[in-house]
C-alpha cells in the first residue's frame, strides 16, 4: 500500500553509492549495542553466561502494543564479543576491503561457529555474499540474521537496509523499495 | 666347394643371429630403460585421498573440558609426558594442559607450531598463552585424520620426502637391508654370492641378496613371484635406474613404496604411513627404537606383525638395533635404552584413520557428486570435513550403552538390536557424527543413511505446522474421538491413541505435544494430505511421498539423516539447510578446488515457525519426552518430537538444543517389533549423549508479530494471569481466543502443573 507510493530519500543515496562501490555498505553503518560495552576488554569468559543471564527478564521495549499485559520473550543478546571472535570479523574486514572475499567468506564461518548468535558475523557474511555477487544467499544469510534479532529495532533495521542494498544491486528495485519501507517502521 | 659354402653361409648365418640377438637385447634394454624411466618420472602412486576431521578451534571461552582435549590429542597421537619439549607432546595437571602443537599448512594461513598453556574451569577452555607468557586469542590444532579413499589395489600410503625422514631411520635400513648402498650401481656381487650359498645349501630359492634398489625395482616394476627370470630381469633393471637416478632419488622412493603391514584388504605402504599405522605417529616424531621397528618389518611384514606377533617383532627390532650400534649409528647408552623399551605399538582400536566408516560413507557419497572415482583415490587429493571426534566419541558411547541395557533389560528378543545416529550443528547444517549401527567402526551397512524406517510421530510436526500456517491457533480444539475411513480400495483405516482411549476435545498444541494419534489423523484429513507433504518438502525432505491417511501418522519411511535434515530446518526458524559432511576440498598442495558454505532457504515464515517451536518445547517440557529433564538441568531449553512406528517396529526421537541436533533410531534389522517407545529408547540415547555435551539451550526470540496471551487450560480462551491453570501460549497477532474464561470455575481441574518453571523462565 504505501510503499508503492513511498520514495526513501535513503534509497535514492544509496543507489548513489551503489554505482561507486560494490558491496562495501557494510563499515557505514555504526556497531549497534543495545547494552553497554564493557570499558575494557572483554573478560576471557564471556561465552559461558548461564541461563538467567542470557534470557531477559525484562519487559521487550519495543514492543509495539504496550497495552498488551503478558509480553513476548525477548533475549538480550550478548554483545560481548569474545577476543577471538572480534580477531575472526577484523581479519573477515580486512580480507574484505582488499577484495578476497572468499577468505573472508571463510574466516565468517569460522565466527559464526564460535558466535552462531552474533548479528555482525550474518551481517559481514551477507556482504560478502554480496560482493559474491550471489545475491540470494545474502539475502538469506541477513534473513536469518533478522531472525536471531527480533525484537533489537535498531539490528532490524540495520538489516533490513542491508536487505535493501542487495536488492538494489541484484537489480530488484521494487522489492528494494519494500525493503527499505520495512527499516522505515524501525 | 660345398662345405666351404655351407660353412660361409652357416658363418653369415650365425653372424645374423648374432646381430639379431644384440639388437633384440638392445632393444629390450632401450623398451626397460623407457619403461623405468617412464614409470619413476610419472604419477608414480596413485595417492588416495585424505580425509580429515575439523580442525579443533581453542579459544578463550570455549566450551572445551580437559577430557575433550585429551580425546582429541588422542586421535592426533600426541604423546602425554611429564615435560613438553617436542610438537606432538601434551601434559596435563590439575586444570592446566601444557601442550605443543605441530602446525597445519591450511589453506587460509598457516598454524604454526607451538608450545601453549592451556587454562580450563568448568567445562570451559578459559585462557590460552604462549610459552613466552602472551594471550592467544584463538588457533587451530592440526585436523585428525580419519580416513582415506583408496585405488582398487587398496594400497595406501602416506607419501614423504627424503628430509623428512629422520636420519636414524635410513641409517638403520642400510645398516641391516644394505651395507653398501651408497657403493654399489644397483646390485651387490658380495650380496648375490652370499645368497647363492645359502640357496645351494637349502636346495631351492630362498634368499634374492637384493640391495635396496633391487628392492625397490622387485616392488615397484615386478611381479611378487620369487622366479629365477623375475630375478635376471631385476638386475639390468637395477643398473639403468642407478644409472639414471641418483642414491637420493631412489632411496626416497623405496621408502615410499615399501610395504610394511596389512590391515584387512588395505595395504600399508611406505614409512610415512607405518609411523602413522603402529604408532599414530608423524614419522619425524619417533624414537630409534620405534624407526628400528619399522626397519625391522621390512623383512617380512607378516612374519614380525608386532601386533600379532610382538616376541618375534621385538626380537627382529633389537637385532636392528644391535646392528644399528655395531655400525656406530646409535651411542651405547641409546643403544641401551632403546632395546629396552616396550614395542609401543598403538592398538589398532585406538586408530582414528578408519574409525568412522559411517561418516566416511557419507563424506564419499557428496563427493561423488562433484569428483570422478579415480581422482579421489589417486591424486592424493584432501578433504577437510565436519566431523567432530568428540561429539561423535560421545554419541557412540551413548548409543551404545542404550542398547546394551535395553538388551539386558529385555532379554534374548533383543540380541539383535541395532540403532543409528546422525548429530548436525543446528546453527550450521553442518553434520558433526553420524553411526552406522551398534558396532560403530564396522564398514557395512549404514543404517543413518540407508534405512528407511516408518517415522511414526516424528512426521506430527509436518501436521501442525500446516495446521497453524492454515489458521489454526495454539489453542484450537481438536477433535480426539476415534473414527473409521473406508479406503478407495475397500481397507479400512482405524487409527488409535497409544493408551486406546480417545481425549475428546483437546487443544491443538496439547495435542502435539502429547502426541495424539486421533486429533492428529482428524486434523490431518481436514488440512488435506498434499498440503501435508508439501509442508514435509518444504520442511527439506525430498522424497516423494504417497497421500495415503497413513502417512498422517509415520507409516512412510525416512533414513535418519533425511529426518535430521527435516528437524534442521525446525531447529534453524524456517530456514531449509542442506547438511553439509564436507567443507573443502583441496588438491595435495593444498590449492583449493572447492568449498561447501553455509547454505539456507527460508521456506517456512518466522511466525509459524515460532508456533511449533513452542509446541516442540511443550513436548520436552511436559509431554511425552518430559523424562528429559530427570538428567538435563532445567535452564537448558530442547525441543523435540518421540515417534513410535506401526506396532512398535520403530524406536525415534529427533530433537535440538542450541547447538546440537541429534537424531536416533533403534529397532531390529527383520522389522520386529521392540519392546520399548521412542519415549523408552531412543529418546534415552538421545538425553545420554546431550547431557555429555556442553548444551546452549534453544532460544527462539519471537517474531514482532507473535504475542504470548495467557490462556485457560481448561476452555482454551483469554484467562487472566492470575488464574490458576492459566497458561502462556505464543498467537500470531490477530489469530488468537477472544472470549475471556471465567477463570473461577476452573480451579483445580487441571491436569497440568500450574504454569511451568520453563515457560516462567522462558516467557516473562
Keep these: 500500500m504505501i510503499e508503492t507510493t513511498l520514495i526513501p530519500r535513503r534509497l535514492l543515496t544509496s543507489a548513489l553509492l551503489v554505482t561507486i562501490s560494490a558491496c562495501s555498505f557494510a563499515p557505514t553503518t555504526p556497531p549497534l549495542v543495545e547494552i553497554e560495552i564493557p570499558s575494557e576488554p572483554a573478560p576471557a569468559v564471556s561465552i559461558p553466561v548461564p541461563e538467567s543471564a542470557v534470557i531477559s527478564e525484562l519487559p521487550n521495549q519495543d514492543a509495539i502494543n504496550p497495552t498488551v499485559v503478558p509480553v513476548s520473550p525477548t533475549v538480550i543478546v550478548n554483545n560481548q564479543q569474545s577476543p577471538a571472535v572480534v580477531a575472526l570479523l577484523n581479519s573477515a574486514d580486512a580480507a574484505q576491503q582488499k577484495g578476497n572475499f572468499k577468505f573472508a567468506q571463510t574466516t565468517l564461518q569460522r565466527a559464526q561457529r564460535i558466535a552462531p548468535k552474533d548479528p555482525d558475523v550474518y551481517y559481514k557474511l551477507a556482504v560478502t555474499h554480496c560482493n559474491l555477487e550471489d545475491y540470494r544467499l545474502a539475502e538469506q544469510v541477513a534473513l536469518k540474521g533478522i531472525s536471531i534479532v527480533q525484537g533489537q529495532t535498531k539490528e532490524l533495521r540495520r538489516f533490513w537496509l542491508l536487505i535493501a542494498d542487495i536488492r538494489m544491486q541484484s537489480g530488484d528495485i521494487v522489492a528494494a523499495e519494500k525493503a527499505e519501507h520495512m527499516a522505515s517502521r524501525y | 666347394m660345398n662345405s666351404i659354402r655351407l660353412r660361409r653361409r652357416f658363418s653369415g648365418f650365425a653372424t645374423k643371429l648374432f646381430l639379431s640377438l644384440l639388437l633384440i637385447g638392445a632393444l629390450g634394454l632401450l623398451y626397460l630403460d623407457n619403461h623405468i624411466r ?4 610419472g604419477k608414480r602412486w596413485a595417492v588416495p585421498a585424505k580425509v580429515y576431521a575439523r580442525p579443533l578451534e581453542l579459544y578463550a571461552g570455549s566450551p572445551l573440558t580437559l577430557e575433550e582435549l585429551r580425546i582429541e590429542l588422542q586421535g592426533l597421537g600426541y604423546q602425554f609426558v611429564r615435560k613438553v619439549t617436542l610438537p606432538g607432546q601434551a601434559t596435563f595437571f590439575n586444570a592446566k594442559a601444557i601442550i605443543h602443537t605441530r602446525g597445519f599448512e591450511f589453506t587460509d594461513g598457516l598454524e604454526s607450531s607451538q608450545r601453549l598453556i592451556l587454562d580450563f574451569s568448568n567445562g570451559f577452555l578459559n585462557n590460552i598463552s604462549s610459552a613466552q607468557g602472551q594471550a592467544i586469542p584463538l588457533l587451530r590444532l592440526e585436523p585428525v585424520l580419519i580416513g582415506g579413499i583408496y585405488p582398487l589395489n587398496n594400497e595406501d600410503r602416506d607419501l614423504i620426502q627424503l628430509k623428512d625422514a629422520p636420519d636414524a631411520l635410513i641409517q638403520a635400513l642400510i645398516a641391516i637391508e644394505d651395507r653398501g648402498f651408497y657403493q654399489h650401481h644397483g646390485i651387490s656381487l658380495r650380496g648375490i654370492s652370499r645368497a647363492m650359498v645359502a640357496n645351494v645349501k637349502a636346495g631351492r630359492f630362498i634368499q634374492g641378496g637384493s640391495t635396496l634398489t633391487q628392492q625397490l625395482i622387485k616392488n615397484f616394476y615386478l611381479s611378487s613371484e620369487r622366479t629365477l627370470a623375475r630375478k635376471l630381469l631385476e638386475i639390468p ?3 639403468l635406474l642407478e644409472l639414471h637416478y641418483s642414491k637420493d632419488e631412489i632411496l626416497e622412493a623405496y621408502l615410499n613404496e615399501v610395504y610394511v603391514g596389512q590391515e584387512g584388504a588395505r595395504a600399508i605402504h611406505g614409512f610415512g604411513l607405518a609411523a602413522q599405522y603402529y604408532f599414530a605417529q608423524p614419522l619425524q616424531e619417533l624414537k630409534p627404537d620405534q624407526l628400528g621397528l619399522l626397519a625391522g618389518l621390512v623383512k617380512g611384514p607378516s612374519y614380525y606383525e608386532p601386533r600379532r606377533h610382538p616376541q618375534r617383532a621385538e626380537g627382529r627390532r633389537n637385532l636392528v638395533l644391535k646392528v644399528m650400534h655395531e655400525q656406530g649409528v646409535l651411542e651405547e647408552t641409546d643403544y641401551n635404552k632403546a632395546r629396552t623399551r616396550p614395542l609401543g605399538v598403538v592398538k589398532q582400536a585406538s586408530l582414528l584413520k578408519g574409525a568412522y566408516p559411517a561418516y566416511l560413507d557419507l563424506v564419499k557419497r557428496q563427493l561423488r557428486q562433484d569428483y570422478p572415482d579415480d581422482a579421489l583415490s589417486s591424486e592424493g587429493l584432501r578433504v577437510f570435513t565436519n566431523l567432530n571426534p568428540i561429539a561423535q566419541n560421545k554419541a557412540e558411547a551413548a548409543l551404545t550403552k542404550t542398547i546394551s541395557s535395553l538388551e539386558k533389560r529385555h532379554g534374548e528378543q533383543l540380541a539383535e538390536l541395532q540403532g543409528s545416529m546422525v548429530v548436525t550443528n543446528p546453527q550450521t547444517g553442518e553434520v558433526i557424527a ?9 564398514q557395512g551397512f549404514n543404517r543413518a543413511l540407508d534405512t528407511l524406517r516408518p517415522i511414526g510421530s516424528l512426521i506430527k510436526p509436518a501436521v501442525y505446522l500446516t495446521a497453524v500456517e492454515q489458521g489454526y491457533h495454539l489453542a484450537s480444539i ?19 491413541n497409544f493408551d486406546h482411549q480417545s481425549h475428546e476435545h483437546v487443544k491443538l498444541h496439547q495435542a502435539m505435544a502429547r502426541s495424539y494419534n486421533l486429533s492428529t489423523a482428524r486434523l490431518g484429513m481436514d488440512l488435506g494430505l498434499d498440503n501435508v507433504i508439501d509442508t514435509l518438502h518444504r520442511l527439506g525432505v525430498v522424497r516423494e511421498f504417497n497421500a495415503y491417511p497413513s502417512l498422517l501418522l509415520g507409516a512412510q519411511g525416512l533414513s535418519p539423516l533425511e529426518v535430521a535434515k527435516m528437524y534442521q530446518t525446525m531447529a534453524s526458524n524456517g530456514f531449509q539447510m542442506p547438511l553439509r559432511a564436507i567443507r573443502q576440498v583441496t588438491d595435495s598442495t593444498g590449492q583449493e578446488l572447492s568449498r561447501y558454505p553455509f547454505e539456507l532457504e527460508q521456506t517456512i515464515d518466522n511466525d509459524s515457525m515460532h508456533l511449533l517451536q513452542y509446541m516442540l518445547q511443550e513436548t520436552t517440557r511436559t509431554g511425552t519426552a518430559r523424562s528429559i ?9 530442547v525441543a523435540g518430537k518421540t515417534g513410535t512406528s506401526d506396532l512398535q517396529r520403530d524406536s525415534w526421537f529427533a530433537g535440538f538444543a542450541g547447538n546440537r541436533l541429534a537424531v536416533v533410531w533403534l529397532g531390529l534389522d527383520n522389522n520386529d517389533p521392540v519392546p520399548f517407545t521412542g519415549s523408552s529408547g531412543a529418546l534415552r540415547a538421545w538425553t545420554d549423549y546431550m547431557v555429555h555435551e556442553t548444551l546452549d539451550p534453544f532460544i527462539a526470540p519471537a517474531p514482532e508479530e507473535i504475542e504470548y496471551l495467557w490462556i485457560d487450560q481448561e476452555t482454551g480462551l483469554l484467562a487472566d494471569a492470575q488464574c490458576p491453570g492459566a497458561q502462556q501460549l505464543p498467537f500470531i497477532i490477530g489469530n488468537s ?7 473461577g470455575f476452573s480451579l483445580g481441574n487441571d491436569p497440568l502443573p500450574i504454569l511451568d518453571n520453563w515457560m516462567k523462565r522462558w516467557f516473562q
Design chain 2, 38 to 41: 617412464e614409470q619413476f618420472e
Design chain 2, 237 to 239: 633393471m637395477a643398473l
Design chain 2, 434 to 442: 553420524v553411526i552406522g549401527g551398534r558396532e560403530t567402526r564396522y
Design chain 2, 478 to 496: 481438536l477433535d480426539d474421538s476415534p473414527f473409521k475411513l473406508t479406503m478407495p480400495n475397500g481397507q479400512i483405516w482405524q487409527p488409535e
Design chain 2, 629 to 637: 529433564y530427570n538428567h538435563l538441568p532445567a535452564a537448558i531449553n
Design chain 2, 737 to 743: 481466543p477472544t472470549e475471556q474464561a471465567n477463570c
